[in-house]
């Protein structure tokens, strides 16, 4: 006897009887390699024998799989300079997204040249249709990169949530990126959803590294409700339009007890070394890279903005005057 379920969107028949452990092994999915969600429900994977699908069931079945830095690997960053987000300490302070490029392939590249630890990825269904489709980690090697799922796309707390949940169901993942956009336009945060969905998160165990506006008072609500690191906009998400507020990235790095990094609107260089400049602990960018002719060149131009924008953060920068001030003594003029 068949029954009918719900398969990441799609009808399919099965036999009456079938467990979940059944189901993702006829799929010949990697156990461990993903998470499961049955009627809305996150299905442990402990549980997987146990569980028997019934008719009108509707399953989710998402995948990418994790993992930390492999100290083997030749890291990003100024030797010494390390900073420390959740008790994780890395030496990059440039991270990069996996979206946009033409293919996994020139993603690689592009993280290398980079000297990026850190990747932001996804939670999206497994493909049933197509299972000889490449994946982001036959590219990125979870050994080398820590991937740091995110919420992209989430436009309430439910649905980011949701995501997060499936994210350490799939790969064990504590560190996760948040953001709970307000509106399709701007892409902008919901701050309301934003803060909600982090309060949960931190009593559920993760540790949240949240997108937020660049309003201090929201930074600061943020960290009160325990997020890992704040990581306001420079600019709308894509634009490229650089840091729009210095004052405000500023007020939130001089207030903040946990690591600031800009996230969203860098367009070039001089925008990444701006925001360090500015004493953020890092730099999150995808658009910037992806969508430059050369991505993999202006993966390293990044890589060398952010460290020489650190450098001169720790310099210390010459006081602004408002007028001339002569490099050569005026005494002894012949």
Request: net charge negative; charged share 25%.
């Given at each position: 006897?068949q ?12 036999a009456?009887?079938?467990?979940v ?8 999915l ?8 049955r009627n809305?429900?996150i299905?442990?994977?402990s549980?997987?024998g146990?569980?028997a699908?019934?008719?009108?069931d509707?399953?989710?079945i998402?995948h990418?799989?994790g993992g930390?830095?492999?100290d ?5 960053g100024?030797?010494?300079d ?10 990059s302070?440039?991270?990069v997204g996996?979206?946009?490029?033409k293919?996994?392939a020139?993603?690689?590249?592009a993280?290398e ?7 932001t990825?996804a939670v ?8 000889s ?8 090697d979870p050994?080398?990169y820590t991937?740091?799922?995110?919420t992209a ?10 995501t997060l949940?499936l994210a350490r169901?799939?790969g ?5 990126k948040?953001?709970?956009?307000a ?6 945060p919901?701050?309301?959803?934003t803060?909600?969905?982090?309060e ?14 660049d309003?201090?008072?929201v ?5 009160e409700a325990?997020a890992?690191a704040i990581?306001?906009l420079g600019?709308?998400i894509?634009?490229?339009l650089?840091?729009?507020n210095r004052?405000t ?9 946990v690591?600031?990094?800009?996230d ?12 360090m400049?500015?004493?953020c602990?890092?730099?999150l ?5 992806a969508e430059a002719?050369?991505?993999?060149r ?5 890589k ?5 924008g650190?450098?001169a953060?720790?310099a210390?920068?010459?006081p ?9 003594p005026?005494?002894?003029?012949i």
């Amino acid at each position: 006897m068949q029954i009918a379920i719900t398969l990441n969107g799609e009808p399919r028949s099965i036999a009456d009887g079938t467990h979940v452990a059944d189901l993702v092994a006829s799929l010949e999915l990697k156990k461990g390699r993903v998470a499961v969600e049955r009627n809305r429900e996150i299905v442990p994977m402990s549980q997987w024998g146990e569980v028997a699908l019934a008719d009108g069931d509707a399953l989710e079945i998402v995948h990418f799989v994790g993992g930390g830095q492999d100290d083997s690997w030749p890291t990003g960053g100024n030797p010494g300079d390390t900073w420390t987000v959740a008790g994780r300490t890395f030496n990059s302070r440039l991270i990069v997204g996996t979206g946009k490029y033409k293919d996994y392939a020139l993603n690689a590249a592009a993280a290398e040249a980079s000297g990026a630890e850190i990747v932001t990825v996804a939670v999206r269904r497994v493909n049933l249709t197509d299972r000889s489709q490449p994946l982001l980690t036959d590219f990125l090697d979870p050994k080398r990169y820590t991937y740091l799922p995110n919420t992209a796309g989430c436009f309430t707390a439910d649905d980011a949530l949701r995501t997060l949940r499936l994210a350490r169901e799939a790969g064990g993942w504590n560190l996760v990126k948040l953001e709970v956009l307000a509106d399709a336009k701007t892409l902008y945060p919901d701050v309301v959803e934003t803060l909600k969905a982090t309060e949960t998160l931190v009593r559920e165990g993760f540790d949240v590294m949240v997108y937020t506006t660049d309003d201090p008072i929201v930074a600061k609500r943020l960290e009160e409700a325990g997020a890992a690191a704040i990581m306001p906009l420079g600019a709308p998400i894509g634009s490229g339009l650089g840091i729009q507020n210095r004052i405000t990235i500023r007020l939130i790095v001089e207030q903040s007890k946990v690591p600031v990094l800009v996230d969203a609107g860098v367009g070039t260089a001089s925008d990444a070394a701006i925001a360090m400049e500015l004493g953020c602990d890092g730099v999150l960018m995808n658009t910037a890279i992806a969508e430059a002719k050369d991505p993999v060149r202006m993966a390293r131009a990044m890589k060398a903005a952010v460290e020489s924008g650190r450098d001169a953060y720790l310099a210390g920068r010459m006081p602004l005057r408002r007028y001339a001030d002569p490099s050569s003594p005026l005494a002894g003029l012949i």
